[in-house]
């Protein structure tokens, strides 16, 4: 069975804008509850990466802290993604290339190459 994951990477700390944005209320929500309900309705799981040590609620799935870069919190989301699941496997045979020694490092590696090509959010 194919399942569908998203991965919405809220882990900023708002330092250009001068808040956490993702906190910020749009209408009648907040920024991270529009986003997850989006998510949500596009696919299974969705993991929501938030800021390290914030005592905010923010919705998913499952939640996980980031990291201190934007790659680190997306490798942070990719990591919890279970073994038969992993969003770079179909990328991974495209090439014809060998699993590396764990799967939390093929989930890094790919997580890091899919991010490089664009902000990809949820892969069958």
């Known amino acids: 069975m194919s399942r569908v994951w998203t991965i919405i990477v809220a882990g900023g ?3 250009r804008y001068g808040a956490r944005k993702q906190l910020e209320w749009l209408v009648d929500r907040r ?3 529009w986003s997850y309900q989006v998510a949500k309705s596009v696919s299974d799981t969705v993991v ?3 800021p390290i040590s914030d005592p905010a609620d923010y919705p998913g799935d499952l939640v996980v802290e980031g990291g ?3 790659s680190a919190s997306v490798r942070s989301g990719l990591a919890v993604i279970a073994d038969q ?3 770079a496997r ?3 045979y495209g090439l014809h290339r060998p699993w590396g020694p764990t799967v939390r490092f093929d989930q ?3 997580g890091g190459t899919l991010w490089v090509l664009g902000d990809i959010i949820g892969l069958p």
């Open 48 to 50: 929501t990466v938030k």
């Open 90 to 92: 179909g990328y991974y």
């Open 31 to 33: 920024v991270i509850d």
């Open 108 to 110: 890094m590696l790919g």
């Open 68 to 70: 201190a870069t934007r």
């Open 85 to 87: 699941n992993l969003i």
């Open 13 to 15: 700390t708002g330092s």
